[in-house]
Every structure is written in C-alpha cells, then in structure tokens.
C-alpha cells in the first residue's frame, strides 16, 4: 500500500485539497494529522511513504513564513524526520510547506542547524502575488515528482517566495547538480527568485519544495481559460481524463512506490 501523510498545523489551509490529490493519483491511504499527534507519537511517521507539508500560513506566519513550524519540525521531531528520508521515502513542500522544508534545515541543510537558502519578501514589491505562472522543469534535474514534465502551467499565491541562497558558491552548486529542479518561465517569476526557481529538491531527488500550488490545477476544469482551450464535446461529458498539470506531480509520487 502507498500511504501519504498530510502534516497540518495552525492556519494550513490546503490540506483538504492535497488529500484529495494524493486519493486522486491512487494513494491508498492518504492521512491527515495535526502537529500534535506527531509530537506526541512520533513513530507514526514510520508507516508512510510519503510526507506532504501543504500550504497555507501556519501559526499565522509569525517571525518568519513557516518558521514556527519549521522550529517545531527540526527542535522535536529532527531525528525522526531525518531516518525518514534516509529509508528513500519522499518529502513535499508546497509553498508554506516548502518554507518550512527551507527553514527547518530539512531540505538543503548546511550540515548544521541551518539552511544553505530561503525564501524572502516577494521583489520589487513585497507584496503578496496571487496569479498563475508558466514553469519549466530542469532536464538535468533527477526530482521523483517531476518525472516526465516538461513544462507546467499553476498558480502562485503567496508573499515570502523569493529564492535567495547564502552566496553565489552556493548557487552555482545547486545548480549544477540539477537541484534548481523547477523554474518560472522567462518574464514570468513573480516574486524576484534567483534565477528564476520556483522549486528546489535534495541530491536525492526525494524531497521537493516548490512556491507554485499542484494541488490547484488536478483538473482542466480548474484552468482560468478551460473554455477555450478544450472542445465542446469534451466539455458536455466533463471526461474525467481532462488532467490538470498539477496531477502528474502526485501520480508521480505515488507511482514512485508502485
């Protein structure tokens, strides 16, 4: 069995909608635990294959966006995260889950506490961006969850989305061992990135954080111009088989395990 497992915390609030995502891509058991339960059981996490941290603004985005629950994360659960993707299991980070992956360390770790980038106040602006975005995924890239993608067209929303690394050695490295797995299209970064990323992933290729919303977009009738781009008769019978091009993150990842 693929089990996913949802990791919610105060003011997530995209946690329904990655569920049903994951049951959408064939998980045969998709879970959604508070914080909580996991600090009070922590050898639950050994029974899934993958973990999903969803989006929204936990603890209301206090400090930092993310960082309270990135602090919960690496302070409590730290060890038990780590054995985790050292059993080749998958991590997710959608947006808020992705600063959280940043923030905790857990994803491009300086070998310390800390992390080797993270995500800023959206530039020039410092505003929050709510739009779609054209992306391209890196052909070097090994990422599980962008197998087979070339190009994905997805919905942004947020205000702490700029990618920034400690320096440029650190940049130039990322890059070069395909890291940098997911970037905006040219003239369309919303938020300032450097070079343009909109998603980063481990050496491994296991653990993906990425700013865009998947979850957003499993449908084509969730696209902003469906009308347009899809036949009338495709449109009176509502086919099932219409994919948005978020699903194939989630199929992905469960076929991963298949």
Same mark, same amino acid.
């Given at each position: ?10 003011? #997530? ?25 996991? =600090?009070?059981?922590?050898? @639950? =996490? ?16 206090? #400090? ?25 299991? @998958? ?9 959280? =992956? @940043? ?67 650190? @940049? ?10 997911? /970037? ?21 290729? /296991? ?10 977009? =499993? ?8 009308? /347009? ?19 194939? #993150? ?9």
């Amino acid at each position: 069995m693929v089990k996913v497992l949802i990791l919610r915390a105060p003011g #997530i609030n995209c946690d329904v909608e990655t569920q049903f995502a994951f049951q959408s891509a064939g998980a045969d058991c998709v879970d959604v635990f508070h914080i909580n339960r996991l =600090l009070e059981s922590p050898d @639950l =996490l050994s029974g899934y294959q993958i973990l999903c941290l969803p989006g929204g603004f936990s603890y209301g985005d206090d #400090i930092d966006a993310g960082k309270v629950f990135a602090s919960k994360l690496s302070r409590n659960l730290g060890d038990v995260f780590r054995s985790f993707c050292d059993s080749g299991k @998958l991590v997710l980070g959608i947006c808020n889950g992705f600063q959280v =992956l @940043l923030k905790s360390g857990l994803l491009l770790s300086d070998g310390t506490e800390g992390s080797l980038a993270t995500l800023a106040w959206n530039e020039p602006s410092a505003v929050y961006v709510d739009r779609w975005v054209h992306l391209r995924a890196d052909a070097n890239s090994n990422c599980v969850f962008l197998r087979e993608v070339n190009e994905l067209y997805l919905p942004v929303a947020h205000g702490e989305g700029r990618f920034v690394t400690a320096d440029e050695s650190v @940049l130039s490295t990322l890059a070069n061992a395909g890291q940098l797995a997911l /970037r905006y299209a040219e003239g369309e970064n919303p938020n300032g990135s450097v070079l343009d990323v909109a998603g980063v992933c481990d050496r491994s290729g /296991r653990i993906f954080g990425l700013m865009p919303h998947p979850e957003r977009f =499993l449908n084509i009738f969730q696209h902003p111009h469906w009308t /347009r781009i899809i036949s009338k008769d495709q449109r009176a019978k509502k086919e099932n088989d219409l994919k948005g091009d978020g699903f194939i #993150i989630f199929q992905n990842a469960v076929s991963y395990f298949r």
